[in-house]
Every structure is written in structure tokens, then in C-alpha cells.
């Protein structure tokens, strides 16, 4: 490729950003201009479309300047001097509040707080200007319709920034948000048309009932902006369904049936003089929306985006998820079953046949034996029998006299008995070892189904999505040149984005976007393929480093570490010795680290993963397979660090001069087919060091002097704790063992 096609071909991108960004910066002058409208409606002495609309916007962060001017300015302009310092004083109190509490997570939260703002500064204003009972259910009244119109309003921004995601609900929310701001316009004239306007569009190419609901909600705000609700609701309602009936048919269509219907109520309902001030609005509306380019109308449409089907999916997905998890829960419990049939104790009965049966086979006396006096011979063997389980093996003088003076194979019985007990033990204990393998299938087929489940709910969870931040960050990122393929922020903690771009200068971009977009401080976590995995910037920060040393030079380490953070942003720890030392040791201790790793970061809670971990160490190979589990989980947005040990050495957390020891009295994995492992919680705070080590460096030797050195030295950085600790181990005890040190450094 030559340089003047990678030269077009940036011009071209360069283009396309460019384009982007005008129309976002022109979605956003609109949404400011409708604000401004909205906000300066007034119904009497109420404005209260400007605390909704600032409680809408609120995301995370105040609104911006833009924004805030075109509410302040609004209620400054509606001519009501009292009404604008109750708004503008309940604002303030919604910022202050806002400020102290989260109230990104729920729009019906922000709806409350306002509302309740709103009310004590109407009460306050009130009491001033003077309060009745009147005045009181009004206010009340006003703080009810702003706790649920908060909401809607906060749909009609994400349909407006968003418009892939809509539904029926989001066009009935913009056109809500287009009615209040029709209702701020100068004059009636305009008022009308462009309330007319609304619901000609919201009708083109809509469902019925989808058309009668805006025109119900567009006539409701009509009313109660001219005077005349029950007249405006009536006559809009019954226009919209008429058109939402015809418009397929096209837009003159459209345009005839809900003149119809508007006119027939008004000259049931108006006298004749006020007839034709609608009549004009009315064939203004008309005009403008034969004139007006489709394309303007496509966002009142549900149809044209596929919301609804990719709910659908999510459900159909959510159920095939539930299904299979099911499956594998019964094939769990018959595995269970199969295995609690099986008994560990050597069966006497079969025992007692095969031995005989062997013995007597081609004796000449069998038919005298065993059918002539079969009690006293089968009760005879059977004292042998039980005699040679107990003891594990027969000598001839432990025969009976019934047998030993009968029997003419006397002197066979003793090697027959302890042939059949070794071949009947070896396949007891191969039968136990088969019982075993089922309960470990069944316990991990039991966390996959889980597991299962757990997805299941990620996907009935879809109202965590955050399609308005997603879409901000996509166009921010878009104008940054990055290109983002998806975007994807979910429940105000977790952005993922997929781009091509995974530079570090694209990274700390894409997390600076984000973090300014959010209103709140992200981190970058890790990639996975094409996908950056962002988090909420927690409290706590973590820096960690570890540091090994082996006995002989050139020796495989038998010690295994790793550190990193996690989807759901804990930060996670790990060392895990192998038995033994050398290249065995470190492919069991790797091993059960490699597993661990997986396992967590696919979401297995941390049991399961223990539990997984021993199973593959048990029946990994024929040998003997043990490896120690030493684990912190630290949150670092609940300063929580959850210590798990199978086997493990103490661990130390040094806060100050102080110094907390972390241990447990547990067998490695491997060892049985059920986990011995233990857990300890521990509440961390800034400045907290926390040091996790093999037992080549902790024995009891030197655990009092491992505390003491720790609580008496300062160390600068993880780097140098994890050192310096190895080095103190290694002078004070020698290297004896694989030595590993793992120290994490708790920053605020």
C-alpha cells in the first residue's frame, strides 16, 4: 500500500470523526434548546419542568454549564420571580444532596430527592408569600409528579443520545419531553402546532395504542398550558388513535383522520368563535409535516430498531442458560446416587464365594460338603471368612476343626483365602477409587451449573445496562480517533469497550474518556482479546511484587505466584507450593495456579474453584499430587481482604508497628476428595502491608522473628519488602526449601 492511500485513508477517518462530532455537538444544542424550553413552561405559579429536567440530566455528575444556563435561564424568563427562587433553591438543594449521596444508579431516586427538594422549598416560599390548604396539596401534588416524571425524562435523553435502543415506553417518554418543551414556546399559535406536530409524528407508522398514549400524554400538557384539559385530552386522544389507525396508508392519510377526529370533538366541545384559532395551528402542523423530511420522524418510531428482539434473545438465551444448568444438576445427582450405592467396606458374602467356590471346585467331597451337611460347612467357612477380613490374612492353625478334620485340602485352604482377600481388597479399593472419581464429577459438574445460572441472571439483568453512558463514551471515544466497536457500561461499575487499539496511550485515553464521562474516577483492569475492562476508581489501590530463591542453582522452582485484578475488580494473590521441590513440584503448584486463574476470572466463585483445584490434583496422575492454596482476595471498594488457605504458611499484615498474623490448620489440595480449606476476613486500611510466603521461608523455627522483623522495618516499596524479607529468611534460617515472598502495598 502506498503512502498516499494511508494518507487518504486517515483524511477519510479524520472525515468521519469530524462528522460524528458535528452531529453529537447537534443532538446537544437541540437537547439544551428543548431544556430551555421546557423549563420556562409554566402552568399558574408551577415550573416544574425544570427541576425535572435537571434531575434527568444528572448522570453520575451535575449537569453541565450548558445545561445549567438553560434551566436558570428558563425559570428566569417565565416572569415568575417567586417561582424561579423556588426552583433554582430546590436545584441547589438536589446539587448539595447529589454531592453527599450516589444517585446515579436509579432515575426514580433522583425523582424523589428533587421532589422533595422542590417540596420544602415551595413550603418555604409559601410561608413567605402565605400558605393554605390549598397551597399544601398542590405542593404535595408537584413533588408526586416529579418523583415519577423524572424518569421518563431520563428515557427521552438516553432515545434522544441513543436512539438504537428504543421501544414503545422511550417514543412515549420523547414525546412527553417534546410536549414541555412545546408548552415553553411564545404564543398559543406556536404552542398548538407544535403540539399537533408531536402527534402527527409519534402516529406515522405507529400502533394505535402507541399513538392514543402521546396524544393522551400531548394533550394533557396542552391543557393544562391553555386552560382546558379535559377538552385538550379528549380531543388529542381520540385524533391520535384515528391517525395511528391510518397512517399506514400514508401521511395524507394520516393528516385526514386525525383532522377528523380532533375536529369532531372541538365542535362538540368549543363554540365557534375559538374553532378556527385551532383550525390554523392545525393546518400549520399539516404543512410542516408534509414538508419536514421523513428521516426527522424515524426516532418516533420502535420499529425500525431491533430493542424489543434483542430482548427476546436475551430471554430465549436466559431460558436455554436455565435449562442446560438443570441437566447438568441431574446428572450431578445421579452421579451422587451411583456413588452412595457404593460401599468402602470389603462385602463378606462375595468374599465367601469366591473363596470357596475356588477351594472346592473339583473336590470329590463337594456333594458330601456342601449339600449334605451345607449348614455346618457354610457355617464353618464363613468363621474363616470373617476371620481372614478381620486379620487380613489365615494361617493354617486359624482353620476350624470342623474343616481341618474333614476337609482333604487342608493344606490349601490358607493360600486360597489370602489369594481371593488381595484380589478382592485390590478391587474394593479400585471400586472406592471409581466411588470418588463420581463425587468429584458431581461437585464439579454442580459448580458448572452454577455457574450456568449465574450467567442466566447476568442476562435477566439487562435494566443494568447504561445505554446513555455507553453511548457518550462511544461518541467521545469516536472523536478521539479510537473507534470503538462496542461500548458497553454496565450498572455504573463496570465499562468494557471493544477497539483495536490497545496501546498504552489508547488505554489511559480511554479510561481519562470514560472517567470524565461518568462523572467518576475508572481504572483500566486488563484486556481480553479486543475488549478493555474498566472499573470504578476504588478507594484502596494495590501494588504488588514477589520475590523467589531456590536451594541449588539451575533447580525448577517448586513455588508458583501470580497477582492481578479481576473482572468484578478485587485484586487477587496467590502462591501455591508443590510437594516436594524441583520440576515435579512446579508443575503441580503451576498447575493448581493455572487453574485457579481460569476458573476465577470465568466467574467461579472461589469454593468452587477450590473445590475444582483439588479435584484435577487428586486425579490428576496415579502419584501423588499435593500443592499448598494460599489466597487474598482484597475489594478494594470494601477495604476487604479475604484470606483462603489449603495447607499454607501464615500470612502478615503490618499496620504500623503492628502486626496481624493470618493461619490455618489445613491439609494441602489433593490430599482428600474433599477441600480442608479455611477462610479469614480481614478489614484493611491505607498503608496496610500485607506478606504471603511459602514454608520454605515461615517454619516454626523463625515465625516469632519473621513478626519482629516485619513490625520493626519500614519498606519504601512492595519491590523492596518482598526482598528484604527473603534475605532476612534466608540469614536467619538458611535455604533449606523453596523460598517464595509475595508483598502487596494498601495505598488510599
Not at 27 to 35: A, D, E, N, P
Not at 69 to 89: E, Q, T
Not at 196 to 209: E, R, Y
Not at 475 to 503: F, Q, W, Y
Request: contains cysteine; hydrophobic residues 45%.
Amino acid at each position: 500500500m502506498d503512502t498516499s492511500t494511508i494518507k487518504s485513508k486517515k483524511v477519510l477517518k479524520r472525515g468521519q470523526a469530524a462528522v460524528f462530532a458535528a452531529r453529537t455537538s447537534r443532538k446537544q444544542l437541540l437537547y439544551t434548546s428543548l431544556i430551555f424550553l421546557s423549563s420556562r413552561a409554566s402552568f399558574g405559579t408551577f415550573l416544574p419542568f425544570a427541576a425535572i429536567s435537571f434531575a434527568a440530566e444528572y448522570n453520575g455528575r451535575l449537569p453541565s454549564f450548558l445545561t445549567s444556563s438553560a434551566v436558570v435561564l428558563g425559570l428566569l424568563l417565565s416572569f415568575s420571580p417567586l417561582s424561579a427562587i423556588k426552583y433554582i433553591s430546590a436545584i441547589i438543594l438536589f446539587s448539595l444532596a447529589a454531592s453527599k449521596y450516589d444517585l446515579s444508579s436509579s432515575p426514580l431516586h433522583r425523582g424523589a430527592v428533587m421532589g422533595f427538594s422542590t417540596l420544602i422549598c415551595g413550603i418555604a416560599v409559601k410561608l413567605f408569600s402565605g400558605f393554605c390548604a390549598a397551597d399544601a396539596a398542590f405542593l404535595l401534588l408537584e413533588a408526586a409528579v416529579l418523583i415519577f416524571l423524572v424518569p421518563v425524562f431520563s428515557k427521552a435523553r438516553t432515545m434522544l443520545f441513543s436512539p438504537h435502543g428504543q421501544n414503545a415506553d422511550s417514543v412515549l417518554a420523547f414525546s412527553v419531553f417534546l410536549c414541555a418543551a412545546a408548552a415553553g414556546l411564545e404564543g398559543m399559535f406556536l404552542t398548538r402546532t407544535a403540539f399537533f406536530l408531536i402527534a402527527l409524528a409519534a402516529a406515522n407508522k405507529n400502533s394505535a395504542p402507541l399513538s392514543a398514549a402521546v396524544g393522551c400524554s400531548a394533550g394533557a400538557v396542552l391543557g393544562f398550558s391553555c386552560g382546558e384539559p379535559l377538552f385538550a385530552v379528549s380531543s388529542m386522544a381520540f385524533a391520535s388513535l384515528l391517525s395511528g389507525c391510518f397512517s399506514r396508508f400514508g401521511k395524507f392519510a394520516a393528516i385526514a383522520s386525525f383532522a377528523l377526529g380532533f375536529l369532531s370533538v372541538t365542535f362538540a366541545s368549543l363554540p365557534p368563535s375559538e374553532i378556527f384559532a385551532y383550525c390554523g395551528s392545525l393546518v400549520a402542523a399539516a404543512a410542516l409535516f408534509l414538508i419536514l423530511p421523513q428521516s426527522m420522524f424515524r426516532v418516533f418510531s420502535p420499529s425500525s430498531v431491533p430493542g424489543a428482539d434483542s430482548a427476546s434473545l436475551c430471554r430465549l438465551a436466559q431460558a436455554d442458560l436455565e435449562e442446560n444448568a438443570a441437566a447438568i444438576n441431574e446428572v450431578a445427582e445421579t452421579f451422587d446416587k451411583i456413588s452412595e450405592k457404593t460401599s468402602s467396606a470389603l462385602p463378606s458374602a462375595d468374599f465367601f464365594e469366591k473363596a470357596t467356590d475356588r477351594l472346592c471346585r473339583s473336590c470329590t467331597k463337594r456333594a458330601s460338603c456342601w449339600d449334605e451337611k451345607f449348614h455346618r460347612t457354610s457355617a464353618a467357612f464363613f468363621v474363616l471368612t470373617q476371620l481372614c477380613i478381620s486379620k487380613g490374612a489365615v494361617k493354617e492353625e486359624d482353620i476350624p476343626e470342623e474343616i481341618f478334620e474333614k476337609c482333604p485340602e487342608t493344606d490349601k485352604i490358607p493360600s486360597v483365602f489370602n489369594a481371593v482377600y488381595d484380589v478382592c481388597k485390590v478391587d474394593r479399593l479400585w471400586l472406592n477409587r471409581v466411588s470418588e472419581s463420581r463425587k468429584m464429577v458431581s461437585g464439579q459438574l454442580f459448580c458448572i451449573s452454577e455457574r450456568l445460572l449465574k450467567s442466566a441472571e447476568l442476562l435477566s439483568c439487562g435494566a443494568k445496562f447504561d445505554s446513555s453512558l455507553s453511548s457518550q463514551i462511544s461518541a467521545a471515544l469516536t472523536v478521539h480517533m479510537l473507534a470503538p466497536k462496542s461500548v458497553c457500561a454496565v450498572n455504573g461499575s463496570r465499562v468494557d469497550i471493544e477497539t483495536s487499539h490497545r496501546g498504552k496511550s489508547a488505554i489511559s485515553t480511554a479510561a481519562d474518556i470514560v472517567s470524565s464521562c461518568a462523572g467518576k474516577p475508572y481504572i483500566y483492569l486488563y484486556t481480553s482479546g479486543d475488549t478493555l475492562h474498566m472499573v470504578r476508581a476504588p478507594r484502596l489501590k494495590i501494588s504488588a511484587s514477589s520475590s523467589r530463591r531456590v536451594p541449588e542453582k539451575g533447580n525448577v522452582c517448586g513455588d508458583s505466584t501470580d497477582f492481578l485484578y479481576l473482572k468484578d475488580g478485587r485484586f487477587f494473590m496467590m502462591i501455591s507450593d508443590g510437594m516436594g521441590r524441583g520440576k515435579k513440584a512446579g508443575t503441580d503448584s503451576h498447575a493448581a495456579l493455572d487453574i485457579t486463574k481460569k476458573l476465577l476470572l470465568s466467574g467461579f466463585d472461589t469454593e468452587s474453584t477450590i473445590s475444582m483445584v483439588n479435584s484435577v490434583l487428586v486425579l490428576k496422575s496415579s502419584e501423588t499430587a499435593f500443592a499448598t492454596l494460599d489466597m487474598v482476595f482484597i475489594d478494594p471498594v470494601r477495604a476487604y481482604a479475604d484470606f483462603y488457605k489449603s495447607g499454607a504458611a501464615p500470612s502478615f499484615v503490618k499496620r504500623g508497628k503492628k502486626v496481624f498474623e493470618i493461619s490455618s490448620e489445613t491439609l494441602p489440595a489433593g490430599v482428600f476428595d474433599k477441600t480442608d480449606v479455611s477462610k479469614n476476613s480481614f478489614r484493611l486500611s491505607g498503608g496496610d502491608i500485607i506478606f504471603l510466603a511459602s514454608d520454605g521461608v515461615i517454619t516454626d523455627r523463625n515465625r516469632e522473628k519473621i513478626k519482629d522483623f516485619i513490625a520493626k522495618n519500614n519498606f519504601s516499596t512492595p519491590e523492596s519488602a518482598a526482598n528484604e524479607l527473603l534475605s532476612f529468611a534466608v540469614s536467619s534460617d538458611g535455604v533449606h526449601d523453596d523460598m517464595t515472598v509475595l508483598a502487596a502495598f494498601v495505598t488510599e
